[in-house]
């Protein structure tokens, strides 16, 4: 997570707020699930999907999803899971799709080996969000001209490859920001390295389904 200043501020980015329904995909350890649930409060909704694909995971993404759903005050959060092209018949309509240091996996084997692509993952975010919705991603920025090519490797991806994708699924760009940015980021070395981890080079960017 971040400092709370930049919390508020992609909070205040992402639009979410009292009422919101969120789709939160690929929580990790719900940290963003929490927040989301503070937030929403008791007329909002935040499901907590865990893509089939990583259910497997040695520290049971969904258990802990479900565990999280059951903590005092979380009456508002479902825990979800199905494959990831799935998700539109797993969730209700949303206001809000969040996407957190995600999206460059989708070019990962493990995500397409059940037909999980970049374009067919948009084009079901695209059919879940209601009109005028927000689709929400921020990742590792990879170099330019790097494309795609790095998302493997480095869990990177260029921002203008990720833009020209959600576009093409039907999505207008709305607004981006630096808030998260590291001009000093190499960018040809893992995310994970000791070096840069935790203060990657980062882009956010919320597009709009018209």
Do not use: C
């Not at 707020?17 to 350890?29: K, N, Q, R």
């Not at 008791?42 to 565990?67: D, I």
């Not at 005092?72 to 957190?100: F, K």
């Not at 020209?164 to 039907?170: S, Y």
Request: no cysteine; glycine share 8%.
């Amino acid at each position: 997570m971040y400092d709370q200043s930049k919390l508020s501020e992609l909070i205040r980015f992402a639009r979410i707020e009292a009422g919101s329904t969120v789709i939160d995909v690929y929580p990790g350890d719900g940290d963003w699930t929490r927040l989301f649930s503070e937030i929403v409060g008791g007329e909002g909704r935040v499901y907590s999907f865990v893509p089939a694909e990583v259910a497997h995971f040695k520290n049971g993404p969904v258990g802990l999803m479900r565990t999280l759903a059951k903590e005092p005050g979380r009456d508002n959060v479902e825990a979800v899971s199905a494959d990831l092209v799935a998700m539109p018949q797993a969730t209700p309509p949303a206001d809000v799709l969040w996407l957190h240091l995600f999206y460059h996996d989708l070019h990962t084997a493990l995500m397409q080996a059940t037909g999980a692509t970049a374009a067919h993952f948009n084009r079901a975010v695209y059919e879940r969000l209601k009109p005028g919705g927000s689709y929400i991603i921020i990742d590792h920025a990879a170099a330019v001209g790097a494309g795609t090519s790095d998302a493997q490797s480095l869990h990177r991806i260029e921002p203008a490859s990720v833009r020209a994708e959600v576009e093409a699924a039907g999505f207008v760009l709305d607004a981006e920001s630096t808030l998260l940015a590291n001009k000093d980021d190499p960018h040809a070395i893992k995310v994970f390295d000791p070096s840069i981890k935790g203060n990657t080079d980062r882009f956010a960017y919320r597009f709009v389904k018209p």
